[in-house]
C-alpha cells in the first residue's frame, strides 16, 4: 500500500471532521428542535396565514401547531379548549376582560382578522336610505357587543351620526339567532323577535337598515331584493382611511395565561412569525396574482394608498389603531373605564 502524503493525510482527516461536524451540527439542531416549546393555536381558515398552515414559516425556537377552522368554532376553542393554547379571539371580548381585571389570557399584537366596514351595511333596493342619514332609525346589527359592531358605530360617528338615536335590534341575519351580549344591553338595542331574522325584519319593514359581516343570502347587488347602502363601499373606505388612518382591527391573539407564565418570551416569537408569514404571504399576491383577473391592481391600488405594511402586526404600527377601538367601546358604554392600549397589551409590554 502507498504511504498516504502529508497533503493527502490533512485533505482526509479535514474531510472526516468536516463530516462529524456537519452531523454534530444536524444533531444539535434536532435537539434544540426537540427541546423547542410547542405552542398549539387556533385559527379561521384564512388564506393570509396559509405559509403558517404549510409549514413554509417557521422558527427555530419555537414549534408551532397549527388549527385551522370555521370561524365561530375556532373563535369558541381558542379560549375555551384546554387542548389549544391559544389563537384568534374578539378584541371587544377581551377588552371587556381588561375591563373587569380579568388576567387569564394575554394578548399579543397579531391582528388576525382585519376589514372596512361600508361594505357590511344593507338596506332594501330602491331605498334611499343614506349613511349620513340613520339617525332616528331602527337598525338591525348581527350583535351588539363584536369588534366588528364596535368600528361600525365608529364609521357611523366618523360620518356625523349619533349610534344613541338609533333604535337598535341584534339577531342572525338570515336564520332566527339568540345572540349572547357579552355586556349589557342599553336601552336603545333590543333583541329581534325569537323567530325573526334580520332579512326577515327587513323585508317586512320592521327596521330600515341591517349592519352584518357576511352578505345576507337575499342579497344581489342588481337586483335585490337586499342590496347595499353604499354600492361603491370601496371610495368611502379609502377616504374613513386616508382622513384616521385606521385600518380596523377586529380579532388579535391570545394565550393561556399559564402558558405566558411559563416563557413570557413565546410573545415575542410568535409576532416574528406573523410578520414573517406576512411577508411571505405579500410576496405571493406578486409573484402570483391570479386569485382574480385584476388582483395585481388590487394589490398596487391598495399599497399606494395605505402603504406595503398594510396588515401590519406589532404594537407601535398599530398604536392609534387600537386606541381609537378602546376609545369607541368606551363612547358606546361598553366598558365602564377609558381602557389604554397600553392595558391591553400589558403583559406583551412586560416581557
Given at each position: 500500500?502507498?504511504?498516504?502524503?502529508?497533503?493527502?493525510?490533512?485533505?482526509?482527516?479535514?474531510?472526516?471532521?468536516?463530516?462529524?461536524?456537519?452531523?454534530?451540527?444536524?444533531?444539535?439542531?434536532?435537539?434544540?428542535?426537540?427541546?423547542a416549546p410547542a405552542i398549539t393555536l387556533a385559527c379561521t381558515d384564512y388564506l393570509r396565514f396559509t405559509p403558517l398552515a404549510t409549514g413554509d414559516v417557521q422558527h427555530d425556537e419555537l414549534e408551532l401547531r397549527w388549527i385551522r377552522g370555521p370561524r365561530s368554532e375556532m373563535l369558541r376553542r381558542a379560549v375555551?379548549?384546554?387542548?389549544?393554547?391559544g389563537g384568534e379571539s374578539s378584541m371587544l371580548r377581551h377588552l371587556l376582560r381588561v375591563d373587569r381585571g380579568d388576567g387569564s389570557?394575554?394578548?399579543v399584537p397579531v391582528f388576525l382578522l382585519r376589514n372596512f366596514t361600508v361594505r357590511d351595511f344593507y338596506t332594501l333596493k330602491g331605498s334611499s336610505l343614506a349613511l349620513r342619514s340613520l339617525n332616528g332609525h331602527r337598525i338591525g346589527i348581527y350583535n351588539w357587543t363584536a369588534s366588528g359592531a364596535t368600528w361600525y358605530r365608529h364609521m357611523l360617528r366618523y360620518l356625523g351620526q349619533d349610534p344613541f338615536t338609533i333604535e337598535w335590534v341584534v339577531g342572525g341575519a338570515d336564520t332566527p339567532t339568540a345572540v349572547t351580549a357579552s355586556a349589557p344591553l342599553p336601552p336603545h338595542v333590543s333583541n329581534a323577535p325569537a323567530d325573526k331574522s334580520l332579512s326577515d325584519l327587513l323585508l317586512a319593514g320592521d327596521i330600515d337598515a341591517m349592519f352584518?359581516?357576511?352578505p345576507p343570502s337575499k342579497y344581489h347587488p342588481e337586483q335585490g331584493p337586499i342590496v347595499r347602502i353604499v354600492p361603491a363601499f370601496r371610495s368611502l373606505e379609502q377616504r374613513y382611511f386616508v382622513d384616521t388612518g385606521y385600518y380596523p382591527t377586529q380579532h388579535v391573539l391570545l394565550l393561556r395565561r399559564q402558558v405566558w407564565d411559563r416563557?413570557?418570551?413565546?410573545?415575542?416569537?410568535l409576532l416574528e412569525i406573523f410578520e414573517q408569514c406576512e411577508r411571505k404571504f405579500t410576496a405571493g399576491q406578486r409573484?402570483?396574482?391570479?386569485?382574480?383577473?385584476?388582483?395585481?391592481g388590487d394589490v398596487e391600488e391598495t399599497e399606494l394608498l395605505m402603504g406595503p405594511d398594510f396588515h401590519a402586526h406589532g404594537l407601535e404600527k398599530?398604536?392609534?389603531?387600537?386606541?381609537?377601538?378602546?376609545?369607541?367601546?368606551?363612547?358606546?358604554?361598553l366598558t365602564e373605564r377609558r381602557v389604554t392600549v397600553d392595558e391591553y397589551f400589558a403583559e406583551f409590554l412586560r416581557r
Open positions: 500500500m502507498n504511504a498516504l502524503s502529508r497533503r493527502k493525510f490533512f485533505l482526509a482527516a479535514g474531510s472526516v471532521a468536516g463530516t462529524s461536524l456537519v452531523h454534530t451540527r444536524a444533531a444539535l439542531a434536532q435537539r434544540v428542535a426537540q427541546a375555551s379548549d384546554p387542548e389549544v393554547d389570557l394575554v394578548a352584518v359581516p357576511l416563557d413570557p418570551s413565546v410573545g415575542g416569537r409573484l402570483f396574482p391570479y386569485s382574480t383577473p385584476w388582483q395585481i398599530n398604536r392609534d389603531t387600537v386606541d381609537a377601538f378602546c376609545q369607541s367601546a368606551f363612547d358606546d358604554g
